[in-house]
């Protein structure tokens, strides 16, 4: 409903009705559609975080572990489910910064923090000294125009998503290897 309608067009009555419950049941859940629309963010970030910490291995080559991760979060980012709830979000931000507030603290934060773990891990191989800072970057790199088109409804094609991870990670290599 949120995806199809936005927020305010999606109604506690018609979520009732597609999931064949009584708005009893629906309100017994969830106090309001707020709740309600907390939780699909939450649901679709725990999906998204689970497999982030499995791109990485001490015997791949850095470069490889970034292009899999960036493909990763692109690619996951794209879908059309992704792109919706990001579309709400920003819609709704100057009524409801909370949404906002919990895409950051369930979403960005967790995401950035095991992407800098991963590239600590590799300090040996790079002159960075704020992994956080660096992460953040790298996430921008890989996903940030791709999404912001997808925001305004042009498709990304699946060559254009990997010539533009190539090129972020190509960037964010040049920039965080040490150059021993």
């Known amino acids: 409903m949120f995806m199809q309608f936005g927020f305010d067009g999606a109604s506690m ?14 309100y017994a859940r969830y106090a309001d559609k707020a709740a309600l629309f907390s939780e699909v963010v939450r649901d679709l970030v725990s999906r998204w975080l ?8 001490e015997q791949d080559k850095l470069e490889d572990v970034l292009l899999a991760l960036a493909r990763y979060l692109a690619t996951f980012t794209l879908t059309p489910q992704s792109v919706s709830v990001n579309r709400v979000i920003i819609s ?3 009524r409801r910064p909370e949404f906002g507030r919990l895409a950051d603290d369930a979403g960005r934060k967790p995401a950035v923090a095991a992407i800098a773990s991963i590239l600590s ?9 704020d992994y956080e800072m660096a992460a953040e970057q790298f996430v921008s790199l890989s996903v940030g125009s791709s999404l912001r088109l997808a925001t305004f409804g042009i498709e990304v ?10 090129a ?3 960037l964010f290599l040049f920039g965080a290897r040490r150059r021993d």
């Open 13 to 26: 009555d018609a979520v009732a009705e597609a999931a064949r419950i009584s708005k009893r049941t629906l």
């Open 50 to 57: 689970v497999p982030i910490d499995r791109f990485e291995s």
């Open 92 to 94: 709704e931000s100057q």
């Open 121 to 129: 891990r590799r300090r040996s191989e790079l002159r960075l000294t």
């Open 157 to 166: 094609t699946p060559d254009e998503i990997e010539r533009r991870v190539r």
């Open 168 to 170: 972020s990670v190509d």
